[in-house]
């Protein structure tokens, strides 16, 4: 069994992720930790192999050195927060983090045919569709899928009630265009992503993981 504590485990995410570890075969939800439930992340740690984390953008970075420095592994779906100093942290560490801006299959497959296509096209724009209460713009799944791609791409983000996380990418040339488009009508849609990295952590061979696409194509 590996035992699995949630950070944010109150939030909108930390919520499902819960649920899911709890009906995944071969792991234990070992600890729910969050400010809101009255439980800090230090009280779950001694019972735990793996911590999940969505928390906040300001909260992760000093959640995920917390963890690495109890010698546990990290997967961290919280965006927004600064990379390079998690790879410090986690190159001085005898535990592995992971790290994925999207966890839906879906929209790790747009990156990847976005990145693609960008390299016959003139130019392309992100649109990205995220529920209000988000507090990072651009999303991170939007920048790593402008990073991936060839050219300047500009990101437009919208945040409306009633949405949960959308993406288009919009490639244009003469007299056409390619429309790829990513919808979430849950928050389940992230879970098999969640669940893989939790399986998967411990064994990767870099400290720091980034992207599920390192899971699903490991040789590139
Ligand atoms: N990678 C992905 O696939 C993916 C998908 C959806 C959301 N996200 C990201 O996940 C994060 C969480 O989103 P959400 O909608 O669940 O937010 P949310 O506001 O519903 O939940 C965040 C929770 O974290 C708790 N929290 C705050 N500080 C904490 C700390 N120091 N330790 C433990 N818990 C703490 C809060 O009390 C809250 O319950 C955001 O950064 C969002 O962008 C990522």
Same mark, same amino acid.
């Given at each position: 069994?590996?035992?699995?504590?949630?950070?944010?485990?109150?939030?909108?995410?930390?919520?499902?992720?819960?649920?899911?570890?709890?009906?995944?075969?071969?792991?234990?939800?070992?600890? %729910?930790? @969050?400010? $809101? &439930?009255?439980?800090?992340?230090?009280?779950?740690?001694? /019972?735990?192999? #793996? *911590?999940?984390?969505? !928390? %906040?953008? @300001?909260? $992760? &970075?000093?959640?995920?050195?917390?963890?690495?420095?109890? /010698?546990?592994? #990290? *997967?961290?779906?919280? !965006?927004?927060? @600064?990379?390079?100093?998690?790879?410090?942290?986690?190159?001085?560490?005898?535990?592995?983090?992971? *790290?994925?801006?999207?966890?839906?299959?879906?929209?790790?497959?747009?990156?990847?045919?976005?990145?693609?296509?960008?390299?016959?096209?003139?130019?392309?724009?992100?649109?990205?569709?995220?529920?209000?209460?988000?507090?990072?713009?651009?999303?991170?799944?939007?920048?790593?899928?402008?990073?991936?791609?060839?050219?300047?791409?500009?990101?437009?983000?919208?945040?409306?009630?009633?949405?949960?996380?959308?993406?288009?990418?919009?490639?244009?040339?003469?007299?056409?265009?390619?429309?790829?488009?990513?919808?979430?009508?849950?928050?389940?849609?992230?879970?098999?992503?969640?669940?893989?990295?939790?399986?998967?952590?411990?064994?990767?061979?870099?400290?720091?993981?980034?992207?599920?696409?390192?899971?699903?194509?490991?040789?590139?």
């Amino acid at each position: 069994m590996t035992r699995v504590a949630v950070a944010g485990a109150a939030g909108r995410m930390g919520q499902a992720v819960c649920a899911a570890v709890e009906a995944a075969d071969g792991l234990e939800l070992a600890g %729910r930790a @969050d400010p $809101a &439930l009255g439980t800090p992340l230090p009280d779950v740690l001694g /019972g735990c192999d #793996v *911590v999940v984390d969505f !928390t %906040r953008p @300001d909260t $992760a &970075l000093d959640n995920a050195r917390t963890v690495l420095a109890a /010698g546990r592994h #990290v *997967v961290i779906g919280t !965006t927004g927060f @600064d990379l390079e100093a998690l790879r410090e942290a986690a190159d001085g560490s005898q535990a592995n983090a992971f *790290v994925a801006p999207n966890f839906a299959i879906g929209a790790v497959l747009m990156m990847r045919f976005a990145a693609e296509a960008s390299r016959h096209m003139a130019a392309a724009e992100i649109i990205e569709y995220h529920h209000a209460a988000k507090l990072d713009a651009p999303s991170g799944t939007a920048k790593r899928t402008a990073e991936l791609m060839e050219g300047d791409v500009p990101i437009h983000s919208v945040r409306l009630q009633g949405l949960v996380a959308d993406q288009d990418v919009i490639l244009g040339d003469v007299a056409q265009t390619l429309t790829l488009r990513h919808v979430t009508t849950d928050r389940t849609s992230f879970m098999p992503g969640v669940i893989l990295a939790v399986r998967r952590v411990a064994d990767l061979p870099d400290r720091l993981t980034v992207g599920l696409d390192r899971l699903l194509w490991p040789d590139g």
